[in-house]
């Protein structure tokens, strides 16, 4: 036996009338749909409505008889098949002589902030758990009747608000959510209204997707790539913005949509006076940012072929003196300006 919207019969207030369903069960629990009886009904209380034998069964339910009592009192419910010992028994219930008052307005008895990171896990808490005072000393259950759109659920018992569904948490589209919260005794309710923050997640650290060597020539043309092309993340979805906060003084520069790394400065990229240099890069959504450091080496360049700067015809006469010239003055240059140092590989 139970009430008839399905569990126990809740409290109520005396002269009021109460649906309840029956069904006809065998030992496993299971209900015997061949029963088509009926039953008499009976209380420890005082019925002014529904006591003695109801109407038939149809495939072993009963599936709405009304009750009402004449008294207040903690009561149940016995059903017994019309003419046999097979019997039944409901949960006790309070019925109330007076009109049943609604639980007090629901507040939050967490003093922590009420927020939540946007793409949290499903179960993570809010920093809200709501109680609500019974002055019938019922025992209180708690539902959301405004879940934000489904992104948060309640403790029926204990009160705490949980993120139900994180993947509607996201901070680029509401900084905020509002959820209603009700407290029930079983017959009345009362409600109360909570305001719950999101809180930014910065993007996920840039890493480099790209898997060449990072690496560029000395001197080389602005604009060269160098191997590093920065990627990131946002929780919920929202694009990332690449910057350089440390682009080795102007030397590099990075697409702030593709993250691709390229040369700024080529002019200040010289082996010589440095092999490497560290860039540090930045993907920002707009609000919140995570950063990465990266090391980009400088490869030498040679010089430049030899020429002869000497417009002199190329000529010395035979058996001259050591030291003799013979028109050829060889000529280089470093690409980053270094100095050039010249030797003989082959010297006939």
Do not use: C
Request: glycine residues 10%; hydrophobic residues 35%.
């Amino acid at each position: 036996m139970e009430w008839g919207f399905g569990g126990d019969v809740p409290a109520h207030t005396k002269g009021t009338t109460v649906p309840i369903r029956v069904r006809a069960i065998d030992a496993r629990g299971q209900r015997v749909t061949s029963f088509s009886g009926t039953v008499d009904v009976s209380s420890s209380g005082s019925l002014s409505q529904g006591s003695g034998t109801t109407a038939a069964f149809s495939n072993g339910e009963l599936t709405s008889h009304n009750i009402r009592f004449s008294q207040g009192g903690t009561f149940n419910l016995v059903v017994r098949a019309t003419g046999s010992t097979e019997s039944g028994r409901s949960n006790n219930f309070t019925v109330y002589s007076s009109p049943n008052t609604a639980p007090s307005t629901p507040t939050d008895t967490n003093t922590a902030t009420n927020s939540i990171a946007e793409g949290s896990a499903a179960g993570s808490t809010v920093e809200i758990t709501v109680a609500a005072t019974d002055n019938e000393n019922d025992t209180l259950f708690y539902t959301l009747t405004d879940s934000a759109g489904g992104r948060f659920a309640i403790n029926s018992s204990s009160g705490v608000v949980t993120v139900a569904n994180g993947a509607l948490l996201n901070f680029e589209s509401a900084t905020s959510h509002s959820i209603t919260v009700s407290a029930s005794d079983g017959t009345a309710a009362s409600t109360a209204s909570f305001t719950i923050a999101v809180t930014n997640v910065a993007p996920s650290a840039p890493s480099d997707s790209n898997v060449v060597t990072n690496t560029v020539a000395e001197g080389a043309a602005n604009g060269t790539v160098v191997g590093i092309t920065a990627s990131s993340t946002d929780i919920s979805g929202g694009t990332v913005s690449y910057s350089l906060t440390d682009s080795a003084a102007g030397r590099f520069a990075i697409n702030s949509s593709s993250g691709v790394v390229t040369v700024a400065n080529g002019t200040l990229l010289n082996f010589e006076a440095a092999t490497s240099h560290s860039i540090t890069a930045s993907a920002s959504d707009g609000t919140a940012a995570s950063t990465a450091s990266f090391t980009i080496a400088v490869t030498n360049v040679a010089p430049s072929a030899p020429s002869d700067s000497n417009a002199a015809t190329n000529t010395v006469v035979e058996g001259a003196a050591n030291g003799t010239v013979v028109g050829i003055t060889a000529s280089s240059t470093d690409i980053s300006g270094g100095t050039v140092s010249y030797s003989l590989t082959d010297s006939a």
